[in-house]
């Protein structure tokens, strides 16, 4: 089994930074792609930022120039780096793993979400 754990949300006035940490854990043998989500009240979860098992990154166009994504691979773990943050950043952050697990099956699995909230 697979666990993936989100931390270091909270509340931050506008124009602050904050940095999330995703740690995975459990029976992993490889990660490939991983990615922060987020989900507003009321709308769709959306894609923020991947970063592939080779360290490629790629952000959504909110959040391009503001938001950093980053992976220690040696400790399985993933951040980003939010600054110049908006009331609009406002949501619950998702980390997101591609896994093969020693058993040698490959899933998807999701953490349970960090709450960010940006207001003065």
């Known amino acids: 089994q697979v666990q993936l754990v989100e931390s270091g949300g909270g509340l931050v006035q506008p124009g602050g930074s904050l940095r999330l940490s995703c740690a995975a854990s459990g029976s992993i043998a490889s990660i490939y792609d991983m990615a922060w989500y987020r989900q507003a009240p009321g709308k769709q979860r959306e894609l923020v930022a991947t970063i592939t098992s080779l360290g490629s990154p790629n952000y959504a166009d909110s959040v391009k120039g503001r938001f950093t994504i980053s992976r220690d691979y040696a400790r399985n773990t993933m951040s980003l780096q939010m600054k110049s943050l908006k009331p609009e950043d406002t949501a619950i952050y998702y980390c997101?793993?591609?896994?093969?697990?020693?058993?040698?099956?490959?899933?998807?699995?999701w953490g349970q979400g960090t709450q960010v909230t940006v207001s003065s």
């Open positions: 997101n793993a591609d896994v093969r697990s020693r058993s040698g099956l490959r899933g998807n699995y």
